[in-house]
């Protein structure tokens, strides 16, 4: 199996699908887009600043009261040029843009999306499982972006630094739950359990992390936080990384 490979961080005058864009910074990088004729889409509290005559609009999703069950924002934002506008993510990252050719799939973990153009086909599934990832299994959401109007641009922000590794037809990896990006819509993804029956672990505890075989491309992040890692800090930061209203809501639950 080819090992994953850091992707490149800084991007200076990058063009596609009718944008151009540049990332800058390091710790926490900044997305920065000119718009002429393509609008594009982001989550609405991802923003960091715009030229103020760049327009914001909304852009409803299919699928809205659930999702906002789920923790997740019913819409999200549109930006129409012409003019510059910034976004960013509150974590040490990276920044990745990923090109689409027509026809193309992608797959983001939830939350992890930032911007993209506007002529994607985006929705959204919940994958269950035994601690799949977040609150003791109660599974999390994948967005799926599809480039059904063109080549299109998904741009997404890693915690941590980002890797990525090509998966053969067949070949698989196995990658802590909360350790995967994004992958392409090829790349199979299930959760496997490992139970621990010796030393001071012995019982009725496991191991679970997700198995992901190719063939396609894989993303993997080296920092996740977790909500239950984030209670120290107060339960203002352990419900916006559960979620929003949502994860208050059960990481209250969870503490009784």
């Known amino acids: 199996m080819n090992l994953p ?14 944008v151009t864009y540049h990332i ?3 710790l926490v990088p900044e997305l920065q887009i000119e718009l002429s004729n393509e609008p594009v889409m982001f989550e609405h509290h991802t ?41 960013s993510r509150d974590w040490p990252g ?26 994607l086909e985006y929705s959204f599934e919940r994958v269950k499982g035994v601690r799949n990832m977040l609150l003791g299994g109660q599974g999390f959401f994948i967005d799926n972006f599809k480039a059904t109007g063109g080549d299109a641009v998904v741009w997404v922000s890693g915690q941590g630094n980002v890797f990525e590794v090509a998966l053969s037809d067949g070949e698989q990896i196995d990658v802590e739950a909360g ?18 029956k010796t030393g001071m672990f012995a019982g009725d505890h496991k191991m679970t992390y997700n198995r992901f075989t190719g ?5 993997i992040q080296t920092l996740y936080l977790e909500p239950v890692e984030s209670e120290g800090a107060g339960s203002n930061v ?15 639950l969870l503490r009784g």
């Open 94 to 119: 990276q920044c990745i843009p990923l090109h689409l050719s027509a026809g193309q799939s992608l797959n983001v973990r939830e939350h992890h999306f930032l911007a993209a153009t506007d002529n």
């Open 215 to 219: 063939p396609g491309r894989l993303a």
């Open 47 to 87: 923003l960091l600043w715009k030229e103020t005559g760049v327009k914001i609009e909304l852009r409803k999703l299919p699928g809205g009261v659930k999702r906002k069950i789920a923790g997740l924002d019913f819409f999200v934002t549109k930006a129409l040029g012409p003019g510059r506008i910034a976004f």
């Open 179 to 196: 350790g995967w990006l994004y992958k392409d819509n090829s790349v199979k993804l299930e959760s496997v359990s490992l139970g621990l």
């Open 5 to 18: 490979e850091p992707i490149k961080t800084n991007i200076t005058d990058e063009s596609f699908a009718g």
């Open 238 to 252: 352990g419900a916006a990384a559960t979620g929003g209203v949502a994860g208050a809501v059960i990481g209250g």
């Open 24 to 26: 800058r910074g390091v």
